[in-house]
């Protein structure tokens, strides 16, 4: 028994050693391991930006009032809108919605002024293009605080003359309710924490399932593989072996990653790193099952690169890491939690920027942990099954 | 001409033998239009909020009934005893309203109260959205009251233009049919030409009587007909599932579709004959096709938001302009005086890119 677990042990470490030597004479792995997901970080997280603001806001001003006056700079003077011209119709108004030069209108009516002085309600309209749907909701929230802002100066000033005039007896007026926002674990609200934490998990499932499958395609487009079998290594071994040198390899690709996120993003540790590390171990395992269990389907390197563009596009957008999973439509929603990037990525964001812990993770290591077992037995299995 | 033909008529026999790959070429493009219009979206309805109402009046219970029944949230029960973050580190909730004690009693006085909202802010968009929604449901709210009595006060009234149910569906389609584009002809395109390098089937090209351009016209030829194949299907799902319909002259959508399938062949051919390694040249086709026209080219994210030092390179993405070309032929309808410069970008670029395929061809033979 001892003597056998020591044949394995050696076998194994010849094979692994041959692996290792393939890898060292492949400059292009080396170059394509590390090139790549670093650009990938940098573009997705400089370029992927939703934030809304300098809206061009064009103007239809017919009550030319000072209060109408102050409504409307305080529209401008926000850094959500910029003043994009006025206008005098409101057909003029809608064509340049149209043509795309303005982003949003805003109609003030002639009795603004004389209606707001007498204390009658008023309605402004606002004009949205939303072709952009996300534009125009959070142009929508904008517009509304704006407004809102905007009746609590009225309502501070006007409270004052009513007081005078009535001479003493207290308005019968209720309070009025504001939300004041916190904005948690990222207060400069930095969209490119969410999208480079996002842009982690699918370039570790990425990297791993492509250089994967072509390290498993390779030996046998060459016709290798008889080679191998002749050894007195068993498919198990085989594939083990295969696979210890290119998980090493690609953690190192973590940890390069992980530089990039800290070094040209500033993303904040505030939770224990190690749980970042280890979930990226699971990641890297299950993409390199991905992309094993593929190469056993595919007879070529074109086949399986081009099966690795059929599984890895639907991976990454249904994660939640670069859209919200919560804007994805409800029957989807369930779904993505069979991918083992949405749990990492979970991971990623809680544990760098809000500091959880164990306890609250430990749902999702044990997904992924479910994930990377399966994915690899089924591809030793189906890899086994293929050479015997 | 007859050694272009017959140059793409071998083309098209090889991967018509590959029998996985042709039917992932074709279906692909379909799948990802499917799937990806449905998945991207930024704009999220139905968040999970706590309410800790540390008042339970009155008036605290109707404020959190309006959050309640607003579609924007819903509420998850949370114990009081427990720390409203709580529900944010373990993920339970995107955003906590707290409303303090003594609220009721406030808004009965005539005073005016704050109620703090904690927003999980680790995603920003989906941030400034719920404190969008928050804003107007507590808006709402003071109106109902009639708080804003006898102060006057100002009512908006949104319209949302071209599309009033913020469905992002008919932004997003257009833009993944042209990725589908994009990508798929370039990556059969560059392992066609790759293969050629790697197993030196290029030296039997160069010994026989077939010149450069015939042979590189032959391929790209043949991955037109391709991309030819994957905007029928796409452009039928277009108009039928996602309830598109082509606005005004379609001549300049013709046009520029063709002139796009010779670009983006062109590029898959100049990438393989420059990278004469199969799996280089897929990541080489991913960075291109995929990275720079979904990042770049205001598919999701405005091309505004980008950095200006990086702003610069969207100029030379051929994607870009095409989608610019789709966009308005299926959205806006301005026709020819709207496109032109694209269809001409998208010509340069396609000549661009086949002056490069063409002297890598050249170097290939060398290194063979």
């Known amino acids: 028994?001892?003597?056998q677990t020591q044949r394995f042990t050696s076998r194994l470490r010849a094979l692994i050693r041959?692996?290792?030597h393939q890898i060292r004479r492949d400059k292009r792995l080396a170059v394509s391991l590390t090139i790549p997901p670093t650009l990938q970080i940098l573009l997705f997280g400089f370029a992927l930006d939703a934030t809304v603001s300098n809206l061009r806001l064009g103007v239809i001003d017919w009550s030319h009032t000072p209060e109408s006056?102050?409504?409307?700079?305080?529209?401008?003077?926000?850094?959500?809108?910029?003043?994009?011209?006025t206008y005098t119709s409101v057909t003029d108004l809608e064509n340049a919605i149209n043509r795309g030069k303005l982003d949003a209108g805003l109609v003030v009516p002639y009795e603004f002024g004389r209606d707001l002085r007498r204390g009658h309600p008023v309605d402004v309209q606002v004009l949205l293009n939303a072709v952009n749907a996300n534009t125009a909701t959070i142009a929508q929230g904008y517009a509304g605080?704006?407004?809102q802002a905007y009746n609590q100066e009225l309502a501070r000033e006007g409270i004052h003359p009513l007081v005078r005039m009535v001479g003493g007896t207290p308005p019968t007026r209720r309070g009025i309710v504001t939300t004041v926002t916190a904005f948690l674990y990222n207060p400069g609200l930095v969209n490119a924490w969410f999208i480079v934490t996002g842009t982690f998990g699918v370039l570790l499932i990425l990297n791993s399932s492509l250089v994967a499958s072509t390290a498993m395609i390779k030996e046998r487009e060459r016709g290798t593989v008889e080679q191998l079998l002749m050894t007195p290594a068993n498919t198990t071994e085989i594939v083990i072996a295969k696979i210890i040198p290119l998980f090493l390899l690609l953690m190192v690709v973590v940890f390069l990653a992980i530089g990039v996120m800290r070094v040209f993003f500033s993303v904040p540790v505030r939770g224990n790193m190690l749980l970042v590390i280890l979930g990226a171990a699971l990641c890297v395992l299950s993409g390199i099952g991905i992309g094993t269990f593929l190469a056993t389907f595919t007879k070529s390197a074109q086949q399986a690169q081009l099966s690795a563009f059929f599984i890895n596009p639907p991976l990454a957008t249904l994660s939640g890491s670069m859209t919200p999973v919560e804007a994805m439509p409800s029957w989807l929603q369930p779904i993505t939690w069979l991918n083992p990037i949405r749990h990492f990525g979970i991971i990623t964001r809680a544990v760098m920027m809000k500091g959880s812990g164990i306890d609250a993770l430990w749902w999702n290591f044990l997904a992924l942990i479910g994930f990377t077992l399966l994915l690899l037995s089924l591809s030793v299995w189906r890899f086994r099954k293929q050479l015997g | 001409m007859r050694r272009i033909l017959s140059q793409a008529r071998k083309e098209l026999t090889q991967l018509m033998r590959d029998r996985l790959a042709l039917a992932l070429a074709l279906v692909l493009p379909l799948i990802l239009l499917f799937l990806l219009s449905t998945a991207i979206a930024l704009t999220v309805h139905n968040l999970p909020l706590v309410i800790q109402d540390l008042d339970d009046s009155a008036a605290s219970r109707r404020l959190a009934d309006a959050f309640r029944a607003s579609i924007s949230f819903y509420v998850v029960s949370w114990p009081t005893d427990?720390?409203?973050?709580?529900?944010?580190t373990n993920n339970t909730a995107r955003g906590v309203l707290i409303i303090p004690r003594n609220f009721g009693r406030d808004l009965n006085r005539g005073a005016n109260t704050q109620v703090q909202l904690l927003v999980d802010a680790t995603d920003s968009n989906t941030a400034r959205i719920v404190q969008g929604y928050a804003t107007e449901i507590t808006g709402g709210f003071n109106q109902d009251s009639g708080s804003m009595a006898g102060s006057g006060m100002v009512t908006a009234q949104m319209r949302l233009w071209f599309n009033p149910g913020r469905d992002s569906i008919k932004f997003a389609s257009p833009g993944i049919f042209v990725m589908g584009i994009s990508?798929?002809?370039?990556?059969?395109?560059?392992?066609?030409?790759?293969k050629e390098g790697e197993q030196k089937t290029i030296l039997q090209v160069y010994v026989s009587s077939i010149s450069a351009h015939e042979f590189l016209l032959g391929k790209i030829l043949a991955f037109m007909v391709i991309a030819g194949c994957e905007w029928l299907l796409g452009m039928f799902a277009l108009l039928t599932v996602f309830g598109q319909h082509i606005a005004g002259d379609p001549t300049p959508l013709i046009v520029g579709s063709v002139l796009y399938f010779f670009c983006v062949s062109s590029f898959g051919v100049m990438v393989g004959a420059r990278i004469p390694n199969q799996a280089a040249a897929i990541q080489a086709v991913a960075l291109g096709g995929f990275l720079l026209v979904f990042l770049l080219s205001g598919l999701i994210f405005p091309i505004e938001n980008i950095p200006p030092g990086l702003r610069w390179v969207s100029n030379i993405v051929w994607g870009r302009y095409y989608i610019e070309v789709?966009?308005?032929a299926l959205l806006q309808g301005?026709?020819?005086p709207a496109v032109w410069f694209s269809v001409l970008m998208i010509a340069v670029l396609g000549g661009v890119f086949y002056t490069l395929a063409w002297l890598g061809a050249r170097r290939m033979q060398v290194s063979a």
């Open chain 2, 82 to 88: 427990q720390s409203p973050e709580k529900a944010l």
């Open chain 2, 183 to 194: 990508m798929f002809p370039a990556l059969l395109a560059a392992l066609a030409m790759a």
């Open chain 1, 69 to 85: 006056r102050e409504l409307i700079s305080s529209f401008t003077e926000s850094k959500s809108f910029r003043p994009g011209g």
């Open chain 1, 18 to 20: 041959k692996e290792f």
């Open chain 2, 326 to 328: 789709v966009r308005d």
């Open chain 1, 1 to 3: 028994m001892n003597g």
């Open chain 2, 334 to 336: 301005g026709g020819w």
């Open chain 1, 145 to 147: 605080a704006l407004i």
